[in-house]
């Protein structure tokens, strides 16, 4: 709360489908939540901050500063705010909190339960613990080693801190693999079965564009395949729809690829068809314009 100077702000209005519907009340600025009561407290309006989506400022009213804030949820608040500082200070607080410059900052890693509600003072942080897990699989071994890069996050930001790759893969070929996929979800291990040295990998599709080849995601790859000892068939499962998988293709006309000769089978498996993926996504740009 020590970034929150105004915890506190009074008639504030929040404008419903017409201006008759419009109601007067009390807007609360917590380090988690934004708060809306309405004057007769007949109703409360509560939203995380790191459920907000986009924050539009607009000009001047009779009544006061508009402010719409659109969420993740499909929920959207119009409010209008008397005076110019106290509207200031709510843009800062919503920024500030929703948009954290580093993970840290997030209002998960400063909080404290209350013992006196007979919560326990043990994080949750505490309940998996990474390394332990794969070392109970049996990693890091002479094929699979511990990798570093994510430690803050700054490699992949939808990544756990502790990765394992290929032993022999180098941190040069992991960085350059990350670039080349989508929201850099590089190839990693998810499972090992250690009687058979067999391991399950996922990560993402290759971005979008002309750039259909990269060295290092497929030197990676081929890391992948020589951390399989027992010499079966390597299994690559592609999810994504058929049509965009074969466009997105490497051309007959590309040079080979340097991949090892192992034995590969590649498998289609996605769940909807192209078309029902582009309705989807239709329907979801549809639905937030009508908000």
Same mark, same amino acid.
């Given at each position: 709360?020590?970034?929150?100077?105004?915890?506190?702000?009074?008639?504030?209005?929040?404008?419903?489908?017409?201006?008759?519907?419009?109601?007067?009340?009390?807007?609360?600025?917590?380090?988690?939540?934004?708060?809306?009561?309405?004057?007769?407290?007949?109703?409360?309006?509560?939203?995380?901050?790191?459920?907000?989506?986009?924050?539009?400022?607009?000009?001047?009213?009779?009544?006061?500063?508009?402010?719409?804030?659109?969420?993740?949820?499909?929920?959207? #608040?119009?409010? &209008?705010?008397?005076?110019?500082? +106290?509207?200031? /200070?709510? !843009? @800062?607080? $919503?920024?500030?909190?929703?948009?954290?410059?580093?993970?840290?900052?997030?209002?998960?890693?400063?909080?404290?339960?209350?013992?006196?509600?007979?919560?326990?003072?043990?994080?949750?942080?505490?309940?998996?613990?990474?390394?332990?897990?794969?070392?109970?699989?049996?990693?890091?071994?002479?094929?699979?080693?511990?990798?570093?890069?994510?430690?803050?996050?700054?490699?992949?930001?939808?990544?756990?801190?502790?990765?394992?790759?290929?032993?022999?893969?180098?941190?040069?070929?992991?960085?350059?693999?990350?670039?080349?996929?989508?929201?850099?979800?590089?190839?990693?291990?998810?499972?090992?079965?250690?009687?058979?040295?067999?391991?399950?990998?996922?990560?993402?599709?290759? #971005?979008?564009? &002309?750039?259909?080849?990269?060295? +290092?995601?497929? /030197?990676? !790859? @081929?890391? $992948?395949?020589?951390?399989?000892?027992?010499?079966?068939?390597?299994?690559?499962?592609?999810?994504?729809?058929?049509?965009?998988?074969?466009?997105?293709?490497?051309?007959?006309?590309?040079?080979?690829?340097?991949?090892?000769?192992?034995?590969?089978?590649?498998?289609?498996?996605?769940?909807?068809?192209?078309?029902?993926?582009?309705?989807?996504?239709?329907?979801?740009?549809?639905?937030?314009?009508?908000?």
């Amino acid at each position: 709360m020590e970034f929150v100077k105004t915890p506190k702000i009074s008639k504030v209005i929040c404008l419903q489908h017409s201006s008759k519907d419009s109601v007067i009340g009390t807007l609360f600025l917590t380090d988690r939540n934004l708060i809306f009561v309405e004057q007769n407290r007949a109703r409360e309006r509560w939203i995380l901050y790191h459920h907000i989506e986009s924050v539009e400022q607009q000009a001047r009213s009779v009544k006061g500063f508009p402010l719409i804030i659109r969420t993740k949820t499909f929920l959207q #608040l119009h409010l &209008l705010i008397p005076k110019m500082a +106290e509207f200031q /200070e709510v !843009v @800062d607080v $919503i920024n500030h909190f929703s948009q954290p410059s580093a993970y840290k900052q997030l209002y998960a890693f400063s909080y404290r339960p209350d013992s006196s509600e007979g919560a326990t003072q043990m994080l949750g942080w505490g309940m998996y613990d990474t390394i332990l897990e794969y070392g109970r699989m049996g990693v890091p071994n002479e094929h699979w080693r511990h990798c570093a890069l994510n430690e803050e996050y700054k490699l992949c930001d939808t990544y756990t801190r502790h990765l394992y790759v290929p032993a022999n893969a180098s941190d040069a070929v992991i960085t350059g693999s990350a670039g080349f996929r989508s929201k850099e979800r590089f190839p990693i291990l998810s499972y090992f079965y250690a009687p058979r040295k067999s391991a399950l990998c996922r990560c993402s599709q290759p #971005l979008v564009g &002309l750039r259909k080849r990269c060295t +290092e995601d497929e /030197e990676l !790859v @081929d890391c $992948i395949f020589k951390a399989n000892p027992s010499g079966e068939p390597v299994v690559v499962v592609d999810t994504r729809p058929k049509v965009p998988c074969i466009v997105s293709s490497p051309s007959p006309l590309s040079p080979p690829s340097p991949l090892s000769p192992h034995h590969l089978t590649c498998l289609l498996s996605s769940p909807f068809p192209s078309d029902q993926c582009n309705g989807q996504q239709g329907s979801r740009k549809r639905l937030r314009k009508c908000r």
